[in-house]
Every structure is written in C-alpha cells, then in structure tokens.
T-cell receptor
Framework: DGGITQSPKYLFRKEGQNVTLSCEQN?????MYWYRQDPGQGLRLIYY???????QKGDIAEGYSVSREKKESFPLTVTSAQKNPTAFYLC??????????????FGQGTRLTVV | DQQVKQNSPSLSVQEGRISILNCDYT??????FLWYKKYPAEGPTFLIS?????DKNEDGRFTVFLNKSAKHLSLHIVPSQPGDSAVYFC???????????????FGQGTILTVHP
C-alpha cells in the first residue's frame, strides 16, 4: 500500500537533547514537507523539499534541521536550540510539476513531548 | 502574517442540517485551494479542492465555493453527519513556476461538531 509513514508515534525527549523524527513515503512524490501543529495555530511549515539534496526553510525553521538524501526519506531533527519543541509534528508529501495536482498526503504524525 | 484565516474556531450543527465552514485569504497569488479533515492525533486527510478557474466544485455531500474577488472560500457539507465531526483546515497554494509549486499554507482550523 502506498503512503507516508512517520515514526515513532510518541516521543519523549529530555531538555537539551536533539531528537530525529522519521518520515518515509513510497508514493514516488518529489516534494516532502514538515509541519508543526499547536493548539489554535493550525499547521505551520517548518521545512520543505522539492527534490533530493535540496530543501528550503519554511515559516518556523529555527531550531530544526532536515536532510533529503533519498527521495523516499525526509527526516527532521529537533535540536536543543528549539525553544518550545513540544508539539504534534506532521510530515507530508505531494507531486510537483505543471499540473494542478498539489494535493498533499500526510503521515499519522509524531507527538513530541519534552520532559 | 496569517495569509489563510479561518475566523471561526468552532461550529456546532444538528445532524441532517448544513455545515458551512469559511476561509479567507490575503495572498492574491494563491490559485489552488484545498480542504482537509483531521481527527485528533492523526494526520489530515484530503477532502476536496478547487482551482481559481472555477467558482464551485462538488463531491458528494461536500461542495467548495470560491469567491476570488472577496478572497473567500467556503465548504458546505449537506447533510451533516456525526461522523463529520473533526477539525477542518483550509489550505492554499500558489504556482510560481520552477520548484515553488505545491507548498501549502494552512488556516488555523475549525472544529466541527455534528450533534445526533
């Protein structure tokens, strides 16, 4: 079955530690995204990548880092520089190109809690 | 700067009646609009979309209306069912050529509750 897999579903981190959230897709999508959801804030874009080995900062990239070494994978690292990392993180992917097919498919999310 | 706004944090309707969820945007470059439905602790799922060349798109019980001059879109659900209770996000995208297409900007979401 095609889809996006995020792991783990729940993650606990001590203050001052870096942690990496996994996102894998087998939809053959070129574009991948990381969003963060906080209560009353909607989904805010952290980083996105339109092609392998290339990525751009979104609206709230500070304290985060990403890599895109493979088309299928777009891991997000939450660094100790992120001041308020406790949130629900969502990974998404979409096809790109000249058509209007920009529907994004989302993973199930990772709930990160800093303890 | 919130480019996509959903000004109603919540909406409550009776089963069988119409649900109308609203969304406003400020960026005139947006030309593709989507609605997503989200249950707690799950990822959003795509519901329906509309491009700027249309003013209406219908899919079963769901209809999206776009008013470009007002920079406003709405999602109508008729008839509403208890299973429709969820958070609904509108999102917008602008085609800028090259690698900029497909980046989605989301609104804050509206919690819809449909009472039996």
């Amino acid at each position: 079955d095609g889809g996006i897999t995020q792991s783990p579903k729940y993650l606990f981190r001590k203050e001052g530690q870096n942690v990496t959230l996994s996102c894998e897709q087998n939809l053959n999508h070129d574009a991948m995204y990381w969003y963060r959801q906080d209560p009353g804030q909607g989904l805010r874009l952290i980083y996105y990548s339109q092609i392998v080995n290339d990525f751009q900062k979104g609206d709230i990239a500070e304290g985060y880092s990403v890599s895109r070494e493979k088309k299928e994978s777009f891991p997000l690292t939450v660094t100790s520089a992120q001041k308020n990392p406790t949130a629900f993180y969502l990974c998404a992917s979409s096809s790109t190109g000249g058509s209007l097919d920009t529907e994004a498919f989302f993973g199930q999310g990772t709930r990160l809690t800093v303890v | 700067d919130q480019q996509v706004k959903q000004n109603s944090p919540s909406l409550s309707v009776q089963e069988g009646r119409i649900s109308i969820l609203n969304c406003d945007y400020t960026n005139s470059m947006f030309d593709y609009f989507l609605w997503y439905k989200k249950y707690p602790a799950e990822g959003p799922t795509f519901l329906i979309s509309i491009s700027s060349i249309k003013d209406k798109n219908e899919d079963g019980r769901f209809t999206v209306f776009l008013n470009k001059s007002a920079k406003h879109l709405s999602l109508h659900i008729v008839p509403s069912q208890p299973g429709d209770s969820a958070v609904y996000f509108c999102a917008a995208s602008a085609y800028a050529g090259g690698t900029s297409y497909g980046k989605l900007t989301f609104g804050q979401g509206t919690i819809l509750t449909v009472h039996p």
